[in-house]
């Protein structure tokens, strides 16, 4: 579980990466549209922001392309952490139930036996139990009734 926190923290401070580089590029966007508008004062400035923006398309794709690589194993860790969560509920329920089934044979073999301690989430229905009305406490040589 460790390893899957540890990837999403790298790649959160890609992501971060990823977005400070956005920033910049949008900055160095404007103040390039600014430069090229002054300096073509309208006229003949229609090249230079040509040239301007088939670079920065050609940035853009990069970028998109970088974010797509990143995405990739991203989905699968997200995708790996919910299968462990799901399993992990699972083995956390299975353990609950052995741990019912394990008190119900004991008192089974032995009525008047103490329960062994249970798990913390089954320990409230154990708890709920009363120790006079077990079953099989009735079959007892002191429980006769």
Do not use: W, Y
């Amino acid at each position: 579980m460790e390893a899957c926190f540890a990837r999403a923290d790298d790649a959160d401070k890609k992501i971060a990466t990823i977005q400070a580089t956005v920033v910049e590029i949008t900055d160095l966007m404007s103040k390039t549209a600014l430069k090229a508008g002054a300096a073509g004062g309208g006229k003949g400035g229609g090249e230079g922001l040509q040239k301007f923006q088939k670079d920065m398309l050609e940035q853009l794709r990069v970028l998109r392309s970088t974010i797509e690589e990143e995405r990739g194993p991203m989905a699968a860790l997200q995708k790996e952490r919910d299968e462990a969560v799901a399993e992990r509920a699972l083995l956390q329920e299975q353990g609950d139930k052995q741990a019912i089934r394990i008190v119900h044979l004991l008192r089974a073999i032995d009525p008047n036996a103490a329960p062994p301690p249970v798990a913390a989430s089954s320990s409230q229905a154990a708890a709920a139990a009363d120790a006079s009305i077990r079953k099989g406490s009735c079959l007892t040589p002191s429980g006769f009734i």
